[in-house]
């Protein structure tokens, strides 16, 4: 197979393949956080998170869940749909806590009574800014029926995860995601679904997520082989 790296991120690289409408997305031992403010290298992160988020997308998949996610390939890569990412994070908020709290000046921790979306604009150099319905459609990010639909299928999403996560003790806080465009120019699910981009609370309120590096409260890859731990026994 020849393979020609085509982007390097900060936790994946990506790959061509045989198949112009695959790729393979490894994940790298790299931690990074603050728009790489912060940068480590982590022995064993790419293998955790590949076998997380190869396991959560393969439920999301099986709950009917359009997602670039074909399959796991190796401890570190799994193949993928090609997609065109939108340059938007959607990130679904459950219980306040991060750039909320301190965006709004509340305490972590509130149950919000109905989930809040909210999408940031994907733009390293611009540090991501929160973004709006208006400014989405004044950049031509996308239309405004696929922002509607990013943000019903965020709400989807969140309800199928929150109710894995609870089955195996841990609160989804909050979580951030990233959809593209197939080659069908349907929207579908793509990027990862780690502890690198959400917030899973235990029931003592441990951090068991990126928090740990953020904030540096322990080890990282000790937290994340609890969470793939449990998530095994999720059956
Ligand atoms: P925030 O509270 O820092 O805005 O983060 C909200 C959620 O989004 C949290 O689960 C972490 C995730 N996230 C990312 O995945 N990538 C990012 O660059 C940021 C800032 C947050
Ligand atoms: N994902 C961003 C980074 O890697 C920020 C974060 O997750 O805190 O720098």
Redesign the pocket.
């Known amino acids: 197979m020849t393979r020609q790296l085509i982007y390097s991120g900060k936790a994946k690289d990506i790959y061509t393949t045989d198949d112009e409408n695959v790729i393979i997305a490894q994940y790298k031992d790299q931690a990074t956080?603050?728009?790489g403010g912060k940068k480590e290298k982590v022995a064993g992160k790419g293998q955790l998170n590949n076998q997380i988020s190869s396991f959560i997308f393969e439920k999301l998949n099986a709950a009917g869940v359009a997602t670039h996610f074909i399959k796991k390939i190796s401890d570190t890569e799994q193949l993928n749909q090609r997609v065109e990412i939108i340059p938007l994070?959607v990130?679904?908020?459950n219980v306040t806590?991060?750039?909320?709290?301190?965006r709004f000046g509340v305490e972590e921790g509130i149950v919000l009574k109905t989930p809040i979306v909210?999408f940031?604009y994907k733009k390293d150099e611009l540090d991501?800014p929160f973004i709006n319905d208006e400014h989405i459609a004044f950049l031509d990010i996308a239309s405004p029926e696929d922002v509607a639909y990013l943000k019903e299928e965020t709400r989807r999403i969140n309800r199928i995860l929150t109710a894995l996560f609870e089955a195996i003790d841990l609160t989804l806080?909050?979580?951030?995601l990233e959809f593209g465009y197939d080659k069908d120019g349907k929207i579908i699910l793509a990027d990862e679904f780690s502890p690198?981009?959400?917030?899973l609370w235990d029931a003592q309120g441990n951090h068991m997520?990126?928090?740990v590096f953020?904030r540096g409260l322990g080890e990282l890859t000790d937290v994340y082989e609890i969470v793939w731990k449990k998530l095994q026994e999720v059956k």
């Open positions: 956080a603050f728009n994070e990130v679904l908020r806590a991060g750039s909320f709290s301190k909210e940031y991501d806080v909050d979580f951030k690198d981009n959400c917030r997520d990126k928090d953020r």
